[in-house]
C-alpha cells in the first residue's frame, strides 16, 4: 500500500496562475482533508470531506476549491494564485471522521511569485 | 471554533532527560486529542491520541494526560533520544473533521 499520495511535490506559480493539487488514498478510508502548513502555525484545514459525494469548508477556505472525485482522489485547486498562498499543502485521510488516525501525505511545496 | 495553543515553542533537552509539552484548548466539546510528530521535510505522523473518557494513555516511553475540566493535555516523552528530535504538534476536535492544531513544539535532544 501506498497510503496517502500526493502530486506534485514542488511548485513555482506566478501570482494570477491557476493549478490543481492532487491527492489519492489506497486505504478505502472515507474521509479527507486538505491542511496546509505555514512557519510558526501549525497546520491548518482548508476543506475536507467526510465522505465520497460531500466537501465542508475548514478553517482557511478563501482562494480555494475541491473536488471529490471518487473515494480515493480529492483535489484542491487554487483559481488565482496570490503569494500568501505560499505554503506546504498537506492531504490527509481517515478510516471515518470519529476520531480516527488522519495518515497524512508527503506534501507540495508551492512558491507564489 | 476550537483554539488550542501549545507550549513551549522550543524544548532542548539533554539525552535521557524527560521532556513535556502542554496545551490547552476552548471548546468544551472537544472530545478527541492527537499528538503528532513531524521530522524535518516529513509528514506528519500520530505518535498517541486520547479521547474525553480517558484521563491517561502510555505507549512504550510516551505519555498523554487530559484534564478535561482544566481544558489542558500535554505529552510526556521519557528517556528522550536523539531519534525524538523533531516538532510535536497537538490537535483538538469534537471529531476528526475539523481538527485544530497548535503551533509545534520543536523538541531537541542533546546528546
Known amino acids: 500500500n501506498a497510503g496517502v499520495t500526493q502530486t506534485p511535490k514542488f511548485q513555482v506559480l506566478k501570482t494570477g496562475q491557476s493549478m490543481t493539487l492532487q491527492c489519492a488514498q489506497d486505504?478505502?478510508?472515507?474521509?479527507m482533508y486538505w491542511y496546509r502548513q505555514d512557519p510558526g502555525m501549525g497546520l491548518r484545514l482548508i476543506y475536507y470531506?467526510?465522505?465520497?459525494?460531500?466537501?465542508d469548508k475548514g478553517e482557511v477556505p478563501n482562494g480555494y476549491n475541491v473536488s471529490r472525485l471518487n473515494k480515493r482522489e480529492f483535489s484542491l485547486r487554487l483559481e488565482s494564485a496570490a503569494p500568501s498562498q505560499t505554503s506546504v499543502y498537506f492531504c490527509?485521510?481517515?478510516?471515518?471522521?470519529?476520531?480516527?488516525?488522519?495518515?497524512f501525505g508527503p506534501g507540495t511545496r508551492l512558491l507564489v511569485l | 471554533g476550537e483554539n488550542v495553543e501549545q507550549h513551549p515553542s522550543t524544548l532542548s533537552v539533554q539525552e535521557g532527560d524527560s521532556a513535556v509539552i502542554k496545551c490547552t484548548y476552548s471548546?468544551?466539546?472537544?472530545?478527541?486529542f492527537p499528538w503528532y510528530k513531524q521530522e524535518l521535510g516529513k509528514r506528519p505522523q500520530l505518535i498517541i491520541d486520547?479521547?474525553?473518557?480517558?484521563g491517561e494513555k502510555k505507549d512504550q516511553r510516551i505519555a498523554v494526560t487530559l484534564n478535561k475540566t482544566a481544558k489542558h493535555f500535554s505529552l510526556h516523552i521519557t528517556e528522550t533520544q536523539p531519534e525524538d528530535s523533531a516538532v510535536y504538534f497537538c490537535?483538538?476536535?469534537?471529531?476528526?473533521?475539523?481538527?485544530?492544531f497548535g503551533a509545534g513544539t520543536t523538541v531537541t535532544v542533546r546528546a
Open positions: 486520547i479521547r474525553s473518557n480517558v
Open positions: 490537535a483538538a476536535g469534537p471529531n476528526d473533521y475539523k481538527l485544530s
Open positions: 471548546d468544551s466539546a472537544s472530545n478527541y
Open positions: 490527509a485521510s481517515s478510516a471515518t471522521g470519529l476520531g480516527e488516525t488522519q495518515y
Open positions: 486505504m478505502n478510508h472515507n474521509s
Open positions: 470531506s467526510a465522505s465520497e459525494g460531500t466537501t
